[in-house]
């Protein structure tokens, strides 16, 4: 996809990354050290964490669309670099938002004469661990993506001191 109404698509689909794959992040991390948590968000979680995935690949192909359309420069091709790694980050939170539902699911259903099975404390603190790792991981990684795709589009383009006479000096 090139363009949404005369606009870049990435321009838009940029946001939705932005957004969701923190939003993820939070969701996983939380629902991995709390699994009630993540039993009362149930199928949202994996479904949270498949919109981002899926969301990653658009925003890249907008991108590279937009790369062939602009002055390229160093801080284009350091931004665009840099988003080529986010797609194993979302493919961990995916993965991840999977296995935490399933586990909590499996824990919920499962129910002995001694009460629901609980998986073992050390397989919990593994998954809880590998979720904060890679929850902050993303989250840094489209950080660092926006970051340095904010410093390609602006740079040099606007000015420090007001061009216009609307008096915010």
């Known amino acids: ?11 838009l689909f940029v946001h939705f990354v932005v957004v969701l794959v923190p939003l993820t992040a939070l969701a996983l991390a939380v629902g991995a050290i709390w699994p009630g948590v993540a039993r009362r ?3 949202v979680l994996p479904l949270l964490a498949l919109v981002t995935l899926v969301s990653v690949p658009l925003t890249a192909e907008s991108g590279e669309w937009l790369e062939r359309h602009v002055a390229g420069g160093e801080l284009v091709r350091r931004h665009a670099g840099l988003a080529d790694g986010l797609l194993p980050w ?9 296995v935490v539902w399933w586990t909590a699911r499996s824990a919920a259903g499962a129910g002995t004469a001694r009460g629901p099975r609980r998986y073992a404390a ?12 890679v929850s902050v991981g993303a989250v840094v990684d489209v950080y660092r993506i926006g970051d340095s795709g904010a410093k390609a589009a602006w740079h040099d383009g606007f000015s420090r001191t007001a061009s216009g006479g609307d008096g915010d000096d």
């Open 1 to 11: 996809m090139s363009l949404v109404d005369g606009l870049p698509a990435h321009v």
């Open 41 to 43: 968000m149930g199928v």
């Open 90 to 98: 979302a493919g961990g939170l995916f993965v991840l938002a999977a």
């Open 122 to 133: 050390p397989v919990r603190v593994a998954l809880a661990v590998l979720s904060l790792v």
